[in-house]
């Protein structure tokens, strides 16, 4: 199984951008797609998830700015991200659970300039 994140770049404040995350050599839709962020100097952190019946959790920093969803379709997962804040800037992952197997993409760099 091999996650490909993309969609990253350099936005002003206030911006928006989508990331998406396409999924290869798996079939199955029994799983759990994820966004987590590192920035420089932290541990990387959660974001959000969709679970297998599409129903989502945010973490608070990004509540009501941030949306994700899938197409399973497609093996795509996606983050939306509006009111875009110099904070978020970062590394966004994509992760994705199946059972007790877990796999992340490479990452994509998010810049939020002021």
């Known amino acids: 199984v091999q996650l490909q994140a993309s969609g990253g770049g350099l936005v002003q404040a206030g911006g928006s951008l989508r990331l998406s995350c396409a999924v290869s050599g798996s079939t199955s839709n029994l799983n759990v797609m994820g966004w987590y962020r590192q920035a420089p100097g932290k541990q990387r952190e959660f974001v959000a998830r969709?679970?297998?019946?599409?129903?989502?959790v945010y973490a608070d920093s990004v509540k009501g700015r941030f949306t994700i969803s899938r197409d399973n379709g497609k093996n795509m997962a996606y983050l939306q991200m509006n009111s875009l804040k110099p904070e978020d800037t970062a590394v966004y992952y994509c992760?994705?659970?199946?059972?007790?197997?877990?796999?992340w993409g490479q990452g994509t760099q998010v810049t939020v300039s002021s």
């Open positions: 969709i679970l297998i019946g599409g129903s989502t």
């Open positions: 992760k994705r659970t199946v059972g007790s197997a877990v796999y």
